[in-house]
T-cell receptor, first 116, second 114 residues
Framework: GAVVSQHPSWVICKSGTSVKIECRSL??????MFWYRQFPKQSLMLMAT?????????EQGVEKDKFLINHASLTLSTLTVTSAHPEDSSFYIC????????????FGSGTRLTVV | SQQGEEDPQALSIQEGENATMNCSYK?????LQWYRQNSGRGLVHLIL?????REKHSGRLRVTLDTSKKSSSLLITASRAADTASYFC??????????????FGTGTRLTIIP
């Protein structure tokens, strides 16, 4: 089945630094990738949708200059949290959808970001 | 985007009993899916039901969809301790760009007591 690998699974960084999270589709080509943020005991909130080779579409209220998304190839999308602050601490999850439009949206295992 | 509502927010039952979770959504949908999330982990796709379907089964899972009421239910029969997790419904409005993004419900935290 479709597999999405997300790295790192957890990261601790200092305030003001930047963190990059990678999301790779291992056995299919992901034309569209989605990035979500999830606070403890809450649901997933979509941050942005990215299509290979084009700029990401951000949801209302998400700062595009703070959360940089790059979808340079059909198997890789990255989310960079720039100048991270403690309020950015959260669980970030990516999801990928292939060209065949199969019904499943395959999710990565998530990244726990803690900013200290 | 507007999130759907799920109820109950939390549910604790004895192992072997059935668990029912409900999901309501706000806009027209193309598909509705249910996902499971173990604590601190990614999401596992459980089942998808299309807008023109009313009921679907997969193993111990039964999903119903009532588009007139904009609601869905997930029934897990003969629950097991391993079913302890959070369950989310998610809807999409279509396959084309702009509609394909999933909107998640608020989730139900299910605890199975051995």
């Amino acid at each position: 089945g479709a597999v999405v690998s997300q790295h790192p699974s957890w990261v601790i960084c200092k305030s003001g630094t930047s963190v990059k999270i990678e999301c790779r589709s291992l056995d299919f080509q992901a034309t569209t990738m989605f990035w979500y943020r999830q606070f403890p005991k809450q649901s997933l909130m979509l941050m942005a949708t990215s299509n290979e080779g084009s700029k990401a579409t951000y949801e209302q209220g998400v700062e595009k200059d703070k959360f940089l998304i790059n979808h340079a190839s059909l198997t890789l999308s990255t989310l960079t949290v720039t100048s991270a602050h403690p309020e950015d601490s959260s669980f970030y999850i990516c999801s990928a959808r292939g060209m065949e439009g199969n019904y499943g949206y395959t999710f990565g295992s998530g990244t726990r970001l803690t900013v200290v | 985007s507007q999130q759907g509502e799920e109820d109950p927010q939390a549910l604790s039952i004895q192992e072997g009993e059935n668990a029912t979770m409900n999901c309501s959504y706000k806009t027209s949908i193309n598909n509705l899916q249910w996902y499971r999330q173990n604590s601190g982990r990614g999401l596992v796709h459980l089942i998808l039901i299309r807008s023109n379907e009313r009921e679907k089964h997969s193993g111990r899972l039964r999903v119903t969809l009532d588009t007139s009421k904009k609601s869905s239910s997930l029934l897990i029969t003969a629950s097991r301790a391993a079913d302890t997790a959070s369950y989310f419904c998610a809807t999409d409005a279509g396959w084309n760009f702009g509609n394909e993004k999933l909107t998640f419900g608020t989730g139900t935290r299910l605890t199975i007591i051995p």
